[in-house]
């Protein structure tokens, strides 16, 4: 199993761009979300999924949208990226929720808004 | 408002020494807690998970106590190498039902040897 997988690794973007982070898992999981993870804040989510077709917003959800077509993939949308977007962003995955269920998260992706 | 905290940001111990990193949490009733270690450049990883009626957790040189009187956890790492030289995550769900896991900001732990 490859686990979480996200794409790309780095990212340079200039604010109003767009782009789309991926994010896909091979363990079957019901679960995914996305977090950002800043200096001095924390992990914070952002998205998340319970399953096919069905996703909410977490803490910080502005600016960024989500959709969930498949078990497997659960893309991250910025619309017009601005500078206070710069974070590294994770997501991660688990077999049905949060509560007793390991959150497996992938490497990451680093992206700057110029 | 809901808020979890640790303890330090940054913890320096000896080898051999036990590490105890706190997690201390005001307004969430959770029904489970869990440790993440993160090293740098990559992302978190899962340690441990105790429950709300567990008062205990151990796992190799790892000790999890939940004190939900307290609100607090700790996290143990007994025998410590530099090896355990990470930054170590607290996160809560926010009770029965919820699908939101909330972290605490980590403390980085340094072994010295």
């Known amino acids: 199993n490859a686990g979480v997988t996200q794409t790309p690794k780095f990212q340079v973007l200039k604010t109003g761009q767009s782009m789309t982070l991926q994010c896909a898992q091979d363990?079957?999981?019901?679960?995914m979300s996305w977090y950002r993870q800043d200096p001095g804040m924390g992990l914070r989510l952002i998205h998340y999924?319970?399953?096919?077709?069905?996703?909410d917003q977490g803490e910080v959800p502005n600016g960024y949208n989500v959709s969930r077509s498949t078990t497997e993939d659960f893309p991250l949308r910025l619309l017009s990226a601005a500078p206070s977007q710069t974070s590294v962003y994770f997501c991660?995955?688990?077999?049905?929720?949060?509560?007793?269920?390991?959150?497996?998260f992938g490497p990451g992706t680093r992206l700057t808004v110029l | 408002s809901q808020k979890i905290e640790q303890n330090s940001e940054a913890l320096n111990i000896q080898e051999g020494k036990t590490a105890t990193l706190t997690c201390n949490y005001t307004?969430?009733?959770?029904?489970?807690l869990q440790w993440y270690r993160q090293d740098p450049g990559r992302g978190p990883v899962f340690l441990l998970l105790?429950?709300?009626?567990?008062k205990e957790k151990r796992k190799e040189r790892l000790k999890v106590t939940f004190d939900t009187t307290l609100k607090q956890s700790l996290f143990h790492i007994t025998a410590s190498q530099p090896a355990d030289s990470a930054t170590y995550l607290c996160?809560?769900?926010?009770?029965?039902?919820?699908?939101?896991?909330?972290f605490g900001k980590g403390t980085k732990l340094s072994v010295i040897p």
């Open positions: 105790i429950r709300e009626n567990e």
């Open positions: 996160a809560l769900d926010s009770g029965a039902g919820s699908y939101q896991l909330t």
């Open positions: 307004n969430y009733s959770p029904a489970y």
């Open positions: 999924s319970v399953g096919a077709g069905i996703t």
């Open positions: 991660a995955s688990s077999y049905s929720g949060v509560g007793t269920d390991t959150q497996y």
């Open positions: 363990m079957n999981h019901e679960y």
